[in-house]
């Protein structure tokens, strides 16, 4: 059965007619897609906020809400009623052509019509939509068809389909239904440049799109829904994924993990992921000519918060194109074209107003990118003109700080640093009352990368949580209840809430703090491990206390003091390998512990084996610990633990620095925070002894078997032709070797298993063999 066209097809359900009355034109103001309620974009200023981005709901926006039509509509009052405009006039569905889509439809939905067949169905149903695209596309009911026919259909069709719906599109962009068909549209095309023969007809096709956008693009990019269909056009065009929320709006804790130095920033990165082919003339086409028309209405772009995010999404996939970058961000800042020359890119005149600015929610966002994105140059001058001696007013703002975060985060040397060091560095006490303590994780991150300030910065934190006189012991618990503490009438009596989670920009600080050289965080090593077991307990139960913890015993410290914290948690590590947050702490805590301890551990581990094997991270922990091994065999569980703990030791000694090598009484082995290997080669390195030790104890009991089997036969065959007595005393020696090998073999594997690794001088031995180098000496060798 093949489809020729309007008429080819009977109907083939009763009452589908009063189904399309009622829906055709009737729908128009519900979303045939399930959405979610859109979230507000105003950053507002909250009592109880102490994060480092306390409102990350409000950053988040989808550009398709439920509610954002009458957002849509507001951002309209920008137009010159004196421009001529042409008006669009959406015209009602052919009842004959609504059934011909529908019965489509039905046909798609029985799973009836083969490949070949559905092809030909797509082809002839787009045919009959010439001079009609607006009409369908806009259809609650029919735009549902007609993506599935975009979808299915071949390069040509989809092309010409878009070609001559082009004049028509910004209008089917801004369509609640109509959007989702031009998406999908886009999406069509993107697959099908993997076709290399469909470049230059996808890219005509583009170029008539974006033509038809930058006659007039004020409207489309300030709609909630043409934002977003913007957004995934010029994606497109530089070659970047569609779906991908990279390019869209970054997830609060992808800037969180970049603010803290956790990961790489998409800006240092060395190039921008790129699935499909770059049209970088349509690209700077359309995003010259959308700022080059909309120049006269500049301020509604800053401040409408839907053309916001189409500017950053420009502006993200623009990175590393400076001289596009340069073009364009003066323009966004509000400076007059004619004046922005090299050293020259920030107007004086508008510093007044892009303060303000940044004390509007949609303009925020859009700085944060800017300054995320800006080539090193127009940076240091924004940093300036705009930025010095404003720092603390715009930390006080509940939208502006963000942007202060940003600059932080994206300082380029240790004098910018001692710049916002000047301007802030008296002012943690007054940020942490206000609530601003991303401000505080920003500036104490960006030390830490620049090595600027460093004890500087530890100790002004400690100074805002406690008195001169006072002792350190609370400064760690305040830190972890920032918002408790701060929100404390009497300070001097604060103490240790009951049943509250811990900050999560507070323990984000500590965590950063613990990476500090030991000798800059003294009173911070001096309050946590004077913490009450108790509370040590409680902390390693939260998700945040728990990361403090893991950081503090992954921390520069002395091994006796991380000791000392551990000991806390003795009689809780059962019930809190249970917890998802808990049971890397307690994995921290044995590989950190000395032997003794690592028994303990494993005994606690062993009471609630049954339950921990329920749970998520259960099987992990118990095979990582090897709980089985210790209670099947105890005393080889201990050898194995001590041939590692040698193991570790040795190479400690080899690859560490000086401090690491002098000799401590039951030290920890895992106090590789002294090493000069990076963590990560420190972590490959440790797996790698883990599986040959593992390994050895397996092979050195094989080997026992087979020597004693080997054994066995030779005493026989000796005891037949050798004289009796020359036997016996041959044979009585040679068990004695058999007894001795067997008491020492075990000892020994751990030794043999280490050789790869070290030589008995404590380097490690060179290969004259001309083969392949194995992984370990790779490793060892980088």
Not at 205 to 230: E, F, Q, R, W
Not at 603 to 614: H, I, P, Q, T, Y
């Amino acid at each position: 059965m093949v489809a020729i066209g309007l008429k080819a097809l009977p109907s083939r359900r009763s009452g589908i007619w009063n189904l399309i009355e009622d829906n055709l034109m009737g729908e128009e103001g519900n979303s045939y897609k399930p959405s979610r309620k859109k979230k507000g974009l105003h950053r507002k200023a909250k009592k109880e906020s102490f994060g480092f981005d306390a409102d990350n709901s409000n950053k988040n926006v989808t550009g398709r809400g439920a509610d954002c039509s009458g957002k849509a509509r507001k951002s309209w009052k920008h137009k010159n009623a004196s421009e001529p405009q042409t008006s669009v006039v959406r015209k009602q569905v052919d009842p004959d052509l609504a059934k011909y889509f529908a019965e489509i439809s039905n046909l798609f939905e029985s799973n009836d019509v083969d490949l070949e067949e559905r092809s030909v169905l797509c082809r002839n149903a787009l045919e009959e939509t010439r001079g009609k695209e607006l009409e369908l596309a806009t259809d609650y009911i029919i735009s549902h068809t007609l993506q599935t026919l975009l979808e299915g259909c071949d390069v040509d069709h989809l092309c010409s389909f878009l070609r001559g719906c082009a004049k028509v599109f910004p209008a089917i962009a801004m369509d609640r239904s109509g959007s989702h068909v031009a998406e999908t549209a886009l999406k069509s095309l993107a697959t099908h440049l993997q076709d290399e023969q469909a470049h230059s007809i996808v890219e005509e096709t583009i170029k008539m799109i974006c033509k038809a956008i930058v006659a007039n693009p004020v409207d489309v990019i300030c709609n909630c829904y043409g934002s977003h269909v913007l957004r995934s056009l010029l994606c497109l065009c530089r070659g970047a994924p569609l779906d991908s929320s990279e390019f869209h709006r970054a997830k609060p804790s992808a800037i969180l993990a970049e603010r803290l130095n956790l990961t790489a920033s998409r800006s240092d990165k060395n190039a921008l992921p790129q699935t499909y082919p770059v049209f970088s003339e349509l690209s700077k086409f359309l995003i010259s000519g959308i700022l080059r028309c909309s120049r006269k209405d500049i301020r509604t772009l800053q401040t409408d918060q839907y053309s916001s995010l189409v500017l950053q999404t420009a502006l993200k996939l623009l990175v590393e194109d400076d001289q596009e970058l340069l073009q364009i961000i003066p323009i966004l800042l509000g400076c007059r074209k004619e004046n922005v020359v090299e050293g020259n890119f920030v107007e004086i005149t508008i510093v007044r107003g892009l303060l303000d600015l940044m004390k509007e929610t949609a303009y925020s966002h859009l700085m944060e990118v800017i300054l995320e994105v800006a080539p090193q140059s127009l940076y240091n001058e924004m940093f300036t003109k705009v930025f010095r001696n404003s720092l603390f007013e715009l930390s006080s703002n509940h939208c502006a700080n963000f942007v202060v975060q940003a600059l932080v985060s994206h300082s380029r040397d240790q004098d910018q640093m001692a710049l916002i060091w000047e301007e802030l560095g008296g002012k943690f006490k007054e940020l942490l009352e206000m609530g601003r303590s991303g401000v505080i994780a920003a500036l104490i991150a960006a030390s830490q990368r620049l090595h600027s300030h460093e004890r500087k910065c530890c100790d002004a934190l400690a100074a805002a949580v406690s008195s001169t006189n006072e002792s350190p012991r609370g400064i760690v618990q305040r830190i972890l209840f920032l918002e408790s503490y701060f929100n404390c009438g009497d300070k001097s009596n604060w103490n240790w809430p009951n049943s509250v989670r811990m900050h999560v920009i507070g323990s984000l600080i500590l965590q950063a703090v613990f990476k500090f050289p030991s000798e800059f965080i003294q009173p911070y090593v001096t309050s946590i491990t004077s913490m009450e077991a108790d509370h040590v307990f409680e902390a390693a139960k939260d998700a945040g206390g728990a990361r403090v913890i893991e950081a503090f015993l992954g921390s520069k410290v002395s091994a006796k003091q991380k000791h000392r914290l551990v000991l806390k948690l003795r009689g809780h590590f059962g019930e809190l390998s249970t917890h998802s947050s808990g049971s890397f702490t307690v994995e921290r805590c044995f590989t950190a512990g000395s032997s003794s301890l690592r028994e303990t551990i494993a005994s606690e581990l062993l009471a609630v084996r049954s339950e921990l094997s329920k749970t998520k991270q259960g099987p992990h922990l118990i095979r990582k610990l090897d709980i089985d091994g210790f209670a099947a065999r105890p005393d080889q569980w201990r050898l194995k633990q001590s041939s590692k703990q040698l193991t570790y030791k040795e190479f400690y000694a080899t690859f560490g620095s000086g401090d690491s090598r002098s000799s401590q009484k039951d030290s920890f082995l895992a106090d590789s925070s002294k090493l000069t290997l990076n963590s990560k080669g420190i972590k490959n390195m440790r797996k790698e002894i883990d599986n040959c030790l593992d390994s050895a104890a397996l092979s050195g009991l094989k080997r026992r078997q087979e020597r004693a089997e080997k054994q066995s036969e030779k005493y026989a065959k000796h005891a037949m032709a050798d004289d009796i007595s020359r036997g016996k005393n041959k044979n009585k020696n040679k068990n004695n070797e058999v007894s001795f090998e067997d008491t020492e073999a075990s000892s020994k594997g751990a030794e043999k298993a280490a050789k790869p690794f070290l030589s008995t001088t404590g380097m490690v031995k060179k290969r004259h063999r001309k083969d392949k180098p194995s992984k370990a000496s790779k490793k060892l060798k980088t």
